[in-house]
């Protein structure tokens, strides 16, 4: 079963917008991590939050993380065409090696 | 730099062939892993290999097998093919287990 699930399953913002996508998980975990997946293309790492932290920050990517409600979310401010892809959470199991990941939130950024 | 390098890109087999999907690392990274991607499914683990010489079972591994070649190479073997794997199978390596991912570019399997 997936791990994560990302909500909205797709988004379509315009330029110059923010966009803001969300992850559940079900069990523990030692950190989540973003990905982005441009068309045809294998997935490329964002950025990585532990659990004990709660805010992350990477250019125009904000991440938040609250354990107690097993949810993250991505924000990316100032959307551009190319922002345009598919972005996936992916979680660890607490002790094992295993990353899953979820269903991805599809975004499509109108120029 | 290649990163990580799959082949082939593409494959179409009839039910019941075989084949091997090779996958390559040149980041001396310890951890491997074989991933497929379904429509709707998101990214499903097959399996992992946690280190050289070691491999583990992930989310759906019926019909799969693996070989940790060397530090550098994990291939996937389907001993025979089936219209349900069907999908786009990526290789992902990292330098240890729960670190940030590298991934192919995927390969592109059908099944008829």
């Known amino acids: 079963s997936q791990q994560g699930e990302e909500d909205p399953q797709a988004l379509s913002i315009q330029e110059g917008e923010n966009a803001t996508m969300n992850c559940s998980y079900k069990?523990?975990?030692?950190?989540l991590q973003w990905y982005r997946q441009n068309s045809g293309r294998g997935l490329v790492h964002l950025i990585l939050i532990r659990s004990n932290e709660r805010e992350k920050h990477s250019g125009r990517l904000r991440v938040t993380l609250d354990t107690s409600k097993k949810s993250s979310s991505l924000l990316i401010t100032a959307s551009r065409a190319a922002d345009t892809a598919s972005y996936f959470c992916?979680?660890?199991?607490?002790?094992?090696?295993?990353?899953?990941f979820g269903t991805g939130t599809l975004l499509a950024v109108q120029p | 730099n290649a990163g990580v390098t799959q082949t082939p890109k593409f494959q179409v087999l009839k039910t019941g062939q075989s084949m091997t999907l090779q996958c390559a690392q040149d980041m001396n990274h310890n951890s491997m892993y074989w991933y497929r991607q379904d429509p709707g499914m998101g990214l499903r683990l097959i399996y992992y290999s946690a280190s050289e010489g070691t491999t583990d079972k992930g989310e759906v591994p019926n019909g799969y097998n693996v070989s940790r070649l060397n530090k550098r190479e994990f291939s996937l073997r389907l001993e025979s093919a089936a219209p349900s794997q069907t999908s786009v199978y990526f290789c992902?390596?990292?330098?240890?287990?729960?670190?940030?991912?590298?991934f192919g570019n995927g390969t592109r399997l059908t099944v008829t």
């Open positions: 069990t523990s975990i030692n950190n």
């Open positions: 992916a979680t660890d199991r607490g002790a094992t090696n295993k990353l899953i």
């Open positions: 992902a390596s990292s330098d240890q287990p729960r670190s940030p991912l590298h």
